[in-house]
């Protein structure tokens, strides 16, 4: 009987022992991930991440079925970058640099913190990651914390506490180069330096000034740059560098540019404008040893002095009067009376240039006058030497540049007098284009000739 209790006994302690193995093999059962990596950054926090893969168009890359290990920044470390770079939001940032900067944070396979060895891995931006592993993990400076090794359907996720930056994009931060680059308003700029291969130079020499058009600058401007030559386009950027670091405060009346034509600075009430019409729209950002100021407008280079840009304008016929009288003055006036080669001298010159029409009127009003031929040749000199002011003015220098009387000197030795209010000459005569750049002066366009008093 006692045997009977106890095989009982022994029968029962095995029975339980059975039980808790299979409920201890029940705790140990293995549960398999059910979110891929963009689900997971979605679901735990990692916003930043979650924006940029949105913004550089990766979501559905990185929720493909595949085998990837991802170090993924923190929020902290993406807001710490946007700092870094100048901007506000991951929406500032340009796709196509945002896409570089991820697939530099991404490599092919499933890879455990437990296997991680150190030494260079190449990533899917083609660029290769630095892993240590003394004293912790570390992906080239960024340190990998928790939460790691997360397992996602696609792959393995480990947290990092920095952006990591590939080498190639490394150079543009903290240089002159850093605010364009790393902004979504200059992709065009940055494309434009690209095609003309100025990228290294600029990045590379020190104390630079840019001025800086948006995309929506080169849009007015009408540029192709498909259409045209990188040397063409490399001319038209060295145009908007200064070889000095030039903040706001310390813009002269001009300043000569890498492109070797010079700048000329409005700066009026109403703004600061280069070459009369581009208006300094944001300035002093400073990065590295160079200073960038925004510009509304594509900066282009003279075509050339006085003379030939006025040739250039008459290209249309509207202009071909005014050329015809000062060819005259060359061929049959002395030196001294030759306004080709006076017009094409250092200057500076602004020239209030008369139209076809307005030489008509001229011609109309003298009765012995049927062409310019018939013009006295003195009276012809003394009248388009009245058109000259020995400086150059835009049309937002004026008012600053007149005397009391709201005058002007001119090469003719009498004087304009300007009506600021109706922008008009001498009363009658409206000034109708303006802001035409020369090398040597600036052109504006009215219609009526002006005649001194004789």
């Not at 990596?37 to 913004?55: C, D, M, P, R, W």
């Not at 065009?188 to 104390?207: F, H, M, Q, W, Y």
């Not at 005569?429 to 004789?454: C, K, Q, R, W, Y």
Request: overall charge negative.
């Amino acid at each position: 009987m006692k045997n009977l209790k106890y095989l009982s006994v022994l029968f029962l302690a095995f029975t339980f022992l059975f039980i808790s193995c299979n409920d201890d093999d029940d705790d140990m059962e293995v549960i398999l991930p059910t979110q891929n990596i963009v689900e997971i950054a979605q679901a735990n926090g990692f916003t930043s991440l979650a924006a940029a893969l949105t913004k550089a168009n990766l979501v559905d890359a990185l929720q493909a079925s595949g085998e990837f290990t991802v170090f993924a920044p923190t929020n902290e470390a993406f807001a710490n970058l946007l700092a870094a770079i100048g901007q506000t939001s991951i929406d500032d940032v340009p796709a196509s640099v945002l896409e570089k900067i991820l697939l530099y944070h991404v490599v092919q396979g499933e890879v455990m913190s437990s296997s991680i060895t150190a030494g260079n891995v190449t990533t899917l931006a083609g660029e290769e990651i630095t892993l240590t592993t003394s004293g912790g993990i570390k992906v080239n400076t960024a340190s990998v914390i928790s939460p790691y090794d997360v397992e996602a359907t696609n792959g393995i996720i480990h947290t990092i506490n920095e952006v990591l930056i590939p080498p190639t994009i490394v150079p543009f931060v903290n240089s002159v180069l850093e605010p364009a680059y790393f902004s979504e308003s200059f992709t065009t700029l940055i494309e434009a330096a690209v095609k003309a291969d100025l990228v290294e130079t600029l990045l590379t020499t020190p104390n630079l000034t840019i001025f800086a058009p948006t995309n929506d600058a080169f849009v007015a401007s009408g540029l192709d740059l498909d259409a045209l030559s990188s040397e063409t386009i490399a001319s038209v950027l060295t145009y908007h560098v200064i070889g000095a670091k030039v903040l706001s405060t310390e813009i002269p009346r001009d300043a000569g540019t890498v492109n070797g034509a010079k700048l000329w600075f409005s700066l009026v009430s109403s703004g600061n404008f280069i070459n009369g019409d581009t208006e300094i729209v944001a300035v002093d950002i400073e990065s590295g040893s160079g200073v960038v100021h925004v510009i509304n407008n594509v900066l282009l280079p003279p075509i050339g002095n006085i003379v030939e840009t006025a040739i250039e304008l008459s290209a249309d016929g509207e202009f071909t009067s005014l050329i015809a009288a000062l060819t005259r003055t060359a061929d049959e006036g002395t030196a001294n009376q030759n306004l080709i080669t006076v017009l094409s001298g250092d200057g500076p010159f602004t020239v209030f240039a008369p139209t076809n029409a307005a030489f008509q009127a001229l011609l109309d009003s003298n009765a012995e006058w049927n062409a310019l031929g018939d013009i006295p040749l003195e009276t012809l000199i003394a009248v388009l030497t009245y058109h000259v002011v020995p400086a150059k003015a835009f049309d937002k220098d004026i008012a600053g540049a007149v005397d009391s009387n709201n005058q002007l000197p001119t090469a003719n030795g009498a004087k304009l007098t300007f009506d600021l209010t109706n922008f008009k000459i001498n009363t009658t005569t409206s000034i109708i284009g303006v802001n035409t750049n020369a090398s040597n002066g600036v052109i504006h366009v009215i219609d009526e000739v002006l005649v001194p008093t004789m």
